[in-house]
């Protein structure tokens, strides 16, 4: 294999696809990246099992040919490359490297021993304007959970019908979202990972459409060269509905930013603090939040149109405020059914998405 290339180019192709390298793991092989070169160019390929990132990129390819070479230290490398022509050839001391009037050697692996990577996957598919899918991601994969104790739960269910509906849970919150399909070819339920929905984030711009493909437990998305594939999840999905209350005894409306301001300053006094609890004290006409710790407390008084129950109620600070930072409306509306029962955020105008928090027994 021999090929030449611009360093930039190379460069940027490799940061990218050396996301879906395998860490920890007792395969060498899994931690590389599969360099291809034909006459069409040159593709870039790692995976780790669950997630597969292929990039195609223009090279003048001298010999065709392909390697596999070390994911971080290549693309540890090729980043300080990238004002410099890159002639790339396989040879007896692995990978040969010249650029100006240097040469550099760095050892590679057998691309036979690479895994097979299905990516024709086209079975189902379901095209979306690139800008409302980014949307949604932003609004939901930030409560999947980070932990492997139910793996499931570290994905989005993903339901394509009228709409594309995510869900995203890790036990003490939930996020719901919901979103426009342009088109499609059938209904699909999945779950995605959303480490994989990260990656097809960072594609994605705020023009254009961009279509998902579906197949028997995959998941594809293409952009501009760029291919991600991914494994789905597979089990059983809480039910939204089954969580989310219908009903409510307290519903307040307040300015988001003041909100979230307010929680913000509460929150800085609880670095560190286990609980990292705020809490809202609701009255008839005003929200008073609070927070307290070693460091002392921060007490402060919101304008609010409340209507039901007054009540007091404690939560996470971090989930208050990632909550409010998904919301984008001026005003948002808090509805709850007493102090220790689930609560809910929304925008007032548009209802595509909410946030669920579960509140904490504040003991102190």
Do not use: W
Not at 131 to 159: H, N, Y
Not at 242 to 260: C, D, I, K
Request: contains cysteine; glycine residues 6%.
């Amino acid at each position: 294999m021999k090929f030449v290339c611009d360093g930039l180019t190379l460069s940027e192709a490799v940061m990218k696809v050396s996301k879906a390298c395998a860490v920890r793991t007792t395969a060498p092989i899994m931690e590389c990246i599969k360099l291809t070169a034909t006459l069409d160019g040159i593709s870039l390929l790692a995976t780790d099992g669950e997630l597969s990132i292929c990039k195609k990129i223009k090279a003048e390819v001298l010999e065709e040919g392909e390697i596999c070479v070390p994911g971080k230290l290549f693309a540890d490398f090729s980043s300080k490359l990238t004002d410099e022509e890159i002639a790339l050839a396989t040879g007896e001391k692995g990978v040969e490297i010249k650029y100006r009037d240097s040469v550099s050697y760095m050892q590679a692996l057998s691309a036979e021993d690479f895994p097979k990577l299905d990516l024709e996957i086209g079975e189902n598919s379901f095209v979306m304007a690139q800008s409302a899918l980014k949307k949604i991601i932003a609004e939901t994969t930030f409560c999947c959970a980070q932990d492997d104790s139910r793996p499931v739960l570290k994905g989005c269910l993903m339901q394509f019908g009228d709409k594309l509906d995510v869900t995203a849970l890790d036990g003490y919150r939930l996020a719901y979202s919901a979103a426009d399909i342009l088109s499609k070819t059938d209904e699909a339920t999945i779950i995605c990972p959303a480490r994989t929905l990260a990656e097809i984030s960072r594609m994605l711009g705020d023009e254009g459409e961009i279509t998902l493909y579906t197949q028997k437990g995959m998941l594809l998305c293409d952009s501009g060269g760029l291919t991600v594939v991914s494994r789905l999840y597979q089990g059983d999905f809480i039910k939204r509905e089954n969580v989310v209350p219908s009903r409510f005894t307290t519903a307040v409306t307040l300015n988001r930013a003041e909100l979230m301001a307010s929680a913000e300053r509460a929150n800085i006094l609880n670095r560190g603090d286990k609980n990292n609890l705020v809490t809202l004290e609701i009255a008839a006409e005003s929200v008073r939040i609070s927070s307290t710790s070693d460091y002392g407390n921060v007490s402060e008084s919101l304008e609010a149109n409340v209507e039901g129950v007054e009540l007091t109620i404690s939560m996470n600070a971090k989930f208050l405020l990632d909550a409010l930072k998904a919301l984008e409306e001026e005003k948002v509306v808090l509805s709850f059914n007493g102090a220790v029962s689930p609560f809910i955020l929304q925008n007032e105008g548009s209802k595509h998405s909410l946030y669920l928090i579960l509140p904490v027994r504040n003991i102190s």
